[in-house]
């Protein structure tokens, strides 16, 4: 979906682009644009046009329609490859791998995780939500696994959630045909586990049982109850979850989706989840983004929360949000975090039937719990 690696087959050799235009000369030509089709109809006629008006109270923004949609979604793109792996990852976040090989999670720690000797020994756990179809479990499965991980018997976990079953299926079913092959670089190493499991931050506490920490909790004590015994070596620790659970969260995709109304309830569990010291690696659709540019203007959702960033309902349902980094801020902030990056990130995308360069406008963050 980023469109902003580009590499042979060999994930080694990927390269990350996140600069290739001026996003303040992207924006005004864009204004410029509208201002000239008399106040910014999209481009008409386009797949994503959006029909209906909406406001929050409506029943379709609800978590558990929205839900249903992603369901519908998934069981249309059920072979699980609508979106390519987003190979970029690793190069787009470094702290994710640092935190795999050394266990180090803070800014204030040095590139090399510090003297082992003083680090608890934990298993480390990074959180994706929001996985779709797998599209970032594979290419972390592949590049993490080619990495040594310090400490003895420590594991690294992934954990990868969804709040439509039928994606979370998807994942399963794709990581299970990618790690089935003999000769496949997605093989995990065994110091390495993997689990997906069906969970919303969103949902507020009249609508879920339990907290989201708490359904992440069960999901590693589920993961770690099927791990060999460690050869009676008792000094690895489970994480201490007073604290939080994961020591990075990748969120890619996935708050742009989420009911401007319950942005906030979803960041706070985030927060809640999330180690001291650890770090949320943001991604998702920036303003003036290709896709955003195709919505009617004129029929968008009409949110009563999200600080008039442009939100819009696509055709099968599901919410869009394009976000500035003003914005992005302040929710993270708002929820707790402190922020370590934040920009736009502008990528050219080449369409090869067409021939054209296709403007694409994300926004990059990341995000620390002191």
């Not at 079913?173 to 689990?195: H, N, V």
Request: glycine fraction near 8%; hydrophobic fraction near 30%; charge should be negative.
């Amino acid at each position: 979906m980023a469109g902003n690696d580009r590499s042979d087959n060999n994930h080694n050799d990927v390269q990350y682009f996140d600069s290739d235009f001026s996003f303040e000369e992207h924006a005004e030509e864009v204004q410029q644009w509208w201002n000239k089709s008399g106040g910014g109809d999209g481009a008409g006629g386009a797949s994503d046009t959006a029909t209906p008006v909406l406001t929050e109270d409506d029943d379709d923004l609800l978590p558990q329609s929205q839900s249903k949609f992603w369901d519908t979604f998934h069981s249309n793109h059920s072979a699980g490859n609508f979106y390519k792996p987003r190979r970029y990852l690793l190069k787009s976040f470094p702290c994710i791998l640092q935190y795999f090989e050394t266990g180090s999670r803070s800014s204030t720690a040095t590139c090399d995780g510090g003297d082992q000797s003083q680090q608890k020994k934990e298993d480390r756990i990074v959180l994706e939500i929001g996985c779709g179809s797998g599209s970032s479990c594979i290419p972390l499965l592949k590049q993490c696994s080619d990495t040594e991980c310090s400490g003895d018997a420590v594991k690294r976990v992934l954990l990868a959630c969804d709040s439509s079953p039928i994606a979370v299926e998807t994942t399963r079913r794709y990581i299970e045909k990618m790690t089935s092959k003999e000769d496949s670089d997605a093989m995990p190493r065994a110091d390495m586990l993997f689990g997906a499991f069906v969970a919303d931050p969103s949902l507020c506490v009249e609508e879920s049982k339990v907290s989201f920490l708490q359904e992440v909790e069960l999901a590693y004590e589920d993961l770690a109850s099927t791990r060999p015994s460690d050869q009676g070596n008792n000094s690895v620790e489970g994480p201490t979850f007073g604290g939080g659970i994961a020591g990075i969260v990748l969120m890619v995709f996935v708050l742009s989706a989420v009911t401007p109304s319950r942005v906030s309830r979803f960041l706070e569990q985030v927060y809640q989840t999330t180690k001291n010291g650890g770090k949320v690696c943001f991604r998702d659709y920036g303003l003036y983004d290709m896709p955003m540019l195709r919505f009617d203007h004129a029929v968008a959702c009409k949110p009563t929360n999200s600080n008039d960033d442009p939100v819009f309902i696509r055709g099968e349902g599901t919410i869009a949000r394009f976000f500035s980094v003003e914005t992005t801020r302040d929710l993270f902030e708002s929820a707790g975090f402190t922020t370590v990056e934040l920009r736009y990130c502008t990528v050219f995308n080449h369409n090869r039937k067409t021939g054209q360069k296709l403007k694409r406008v994300f926004v990059h963050g990341v995000f620390e719990k002191l």
